[in-house]
């Protein structure tokens, strides 16, 4: 019936996707939901990260988690930013940081006095006037909650996602999640309603609102309900990774920060946990091929491997509709970019948030709250998957055809003109919404070296004198601040020390 109350959310799958989404329901839908989750130990689950962005930490403590109590749960650690490292030419290497780069003046982002002072002869590198890359590259965290000289670090974490799934699940559990294991070996449908999963076991799962969690297959959105795919590729042309765990070298510091290596065609990953590193390396099957991305990924690790290389297919893309009828999909069943900006969970987390947001009350409202949901996901997917362009478009290296191919290929329009906006005027158009701010793009584009070629007009009503007060003011407070923070390692040890590993 069109007036039909939805009361009943059944999650098709468990991982990452389908525990955050039975938490999160558990937390907020309220007693008058009967939540229930579908999952077949059986069916291996594919890690979409252990690397974070700071949004993290905002659904976290949204279900009331304590942070150190989660660190040492899931074998965590602090994140401040991303390196990447021979990505704009063979050498060099910048830094993405989740914290604030030097400081505004006016109306002027600091970006624009960095230009002017660069020009001068009187500014290091970009990042030097940031607290968070300073901290980072120190290897030192506390939390900092900023005062009248420097502003706050911003972190996310680094954690083994199947622990966090596993802690997800305790929580979701005590709060009334009911799960179901066993495969699912029918969806029936009416139309674009799906009413109830079949299970292998002849069980008959029956709901008022589904969620797809069932990862590439897509086996709700994609393969029952027919929702058709955005194939991004040809901007994004990695299709594989193969990714192995690796032991902690013999007095290693503890970095908190993730690190993207470019290779001869594709990236490499380096996430520090507190009890091993994970690595990957992402690739085009079309420059490369399997055993030579395994043989570059093994020839690349901090110590022993600790288990044997897992290779992984995906594409690039989205699904046509994300939500139709009263099946919403998330995670990898909804679309896929590969996880070089560490996005993977961020799109898990904001296609939650949008679900609940546009929660439907009864049947009759589905088709619209449908159409709204769709829109705002294709539009965030668009964006994020920019920005990820962006690494590959904006560089210098041409000494492989993986290289010379990303190099010369046209990127979408609206990315275009972003780069050459900032390029000759250092200004960043940015739509309020998006998930990556100001700060952010203005990290990359400069680190890929595109710096602007000239600064914002106001900076010439500065003197050189005073340029260089500013400039040194500024570095002179980060290195004390610096100083005054722990070591990360020494931090985590304190406050959040790893527990044994639960499954």
Request: aromatic share 8%.
């Amino acid at each position: 019936m069109p007036d039909q109350p939805i009361q009943t959310l059944v999650i098709a799958g468990g991982g990452t996707s389908g525990w955050m989404m039975a938490a999160a329901a558990a937390r907020f839908c309220g007693p008058g939901w009967r939540i229930v989750l579908v999952e077949s130990d059986a069916i291996g689950t594919v890690g979409v990260g252990e690397a974070t962005i700071p949004q993290i930490r905002l659904f976290n403590a949204g279900l009331g988690i304590d942070e150190t109590d989660f660190l040492s749960a899931t074998q965590g650690t602090l994140k401040l930013g991303i390196e990447f490292v021979d990505w704009w030419q063979p050498g060099q290497r910048y830094m993405h940081n989740f914290g604030e780069v030097g400081r505004a003046l006016s109306v002027v982002p600091f970006h624009h006095w960095w230009t002017a002072a660069r020009a001068a002869g009187l500014a290091g590198d970009y990042g030097h006037y940031s607290l968070n890359e300073r901290a980072a590259r120190a290897g030192r965290f506390a939390p900092f909650g900023g005062d009248n000289t420097l502003p706050p670090l911003v972190w996310a974490y680094h954690f083994d996602a199947g622990l966090y799934a596993a802690y997800l699940r305790r929580y979701a559990e005590a709060r009334g999640v009911t799960r179901h294991e066993g495969r699912i070996a029918q969806v029936e449908t009416q139309g674009e309603t799906i009413l109830a999963l079949h299970m292998d076991d002849g069980r008959r799962i029956t709901g008022d609102l589904f969620v797809d969690c069932s990862g590439f297959r897509s086996l709700l959105l994609g393969e029952t309900l027919g929702s058709g795919w955005h194939d991004w590729s040809h901007w994004l042309p990695c299709d594989s990774a193969v990714a192995v765990p690796c032991a902690h070298a013999a007095g290693a510091v503890l970095t908190p920060y993730t690190r993207s290596t470019a290779r001869a065609a594709g990236w490499q990953w380096r996430i520090p946990l507190q009890h091993r590193i994970g690595n990957g390396h992402v690739f085009s099957s079309a420059h490369l091929s399997a055993d030579e991305a395994t043989a570059t990924l093994l020839a690349n690790l901090d110590g022993p491997g600790l288990a044997e290389p897992r290779t992984l297919r995906f594409q690039a893309g989205r699904r046509d509709k994300m939500w139709i009828g009263n099946c919403i999909g998330l995670g990898l069943a909804a679309g896929f970019l590969e996880p070089l900006e560490s996005t993977s969970i961020h799109l898990i987390q904001s296609g939650i948030a949008r679900l609940l947001a546009l929660l439907p009350g009864d049947a009759a409202t589905l088709p619209v709250l449908a159409a709204e949901a769709n829109r705002q996901a294709a539009r965030e997917m668009e964006w994020v998957r920019d920005f990820i362009i962006l690494h590959y478009k904006a560089t210098a290296r041409a000494d492989t055809p993986f290289w010379q191919q990303v190099q010369a290929m046209a990127v979408p329009p609206e990315l275009a003109e972003r780069m050459d906006l900032f390029r000759h005027t250092g200004r960043i158009r940015r739509d309020h919404d998006e998930l990556f701010t100001e700060l952010a793009w203005a990290q990359v584009l400069i680190g890929q070296g595109c710096a602007p070629l000239a600064a914002h007009p106001l900076t010439a009503a500065m003197g050189r004198d005073d340029l260089a007060g500013f400039m040194g003011l500024l570095d002179r407070a980060i290195t004390a601040g610096v100083a005054a923070l722990p070591g990360h390692g020494d931090w985590l040890a304190h406050h959040a020390a790893a527990q044994e590993t639960r499954s």
